[in-house]
């Protein structure tokens, strides 16, 4: 994606990096859209770490969504029709 889109990546190798990865996604984000997120979302992330709820709070985050269920789950709402939902 182009104009300076920034996206945090969890395999980030450090705190630092992550915060200023996240950093220049919200400037970008505000300076194009005069928007500033309030709500982070993990789509289907691997092996969350225990401190990023803390680094997405002192971004000024007040909540984050995480989009990963069990795969029992998964499969018992498959069976079911019941996977694909209206937001």
Do not use: H
């Not at 300076?31 to 997120?37: A, D, G, L, S």
């Not at 092996?47 to 680094?55: E, Q, R, V, W």
């Not at 990963?68 to 079911?80: A, D, M, P």
């Amino acid at each position: 994606m182009g104009g300076g889109w920034v996206m945090a990546d969890e395999a980030c190798p450090s705190e630092d990096s992550f915060l200023l990865n996240m950093e220049t996604g919200l400037k970008w984000l505000y300076e194009t859209f005069k928007v500033r997120p309030r709500v982070a979302w993990q789509i289907d992330p691997f092996g969350l770490s225990a401190s990023t709820p803390s680094l997405l709070a002192s971004l000024g985050f007040e909540a984050l969504v995480i989009n990963r269920i069990g795969t029992t789950t998964e499969s018992e709402l498959e069976k079911t029709d019941d996977l694909e939902f209206v937001w």
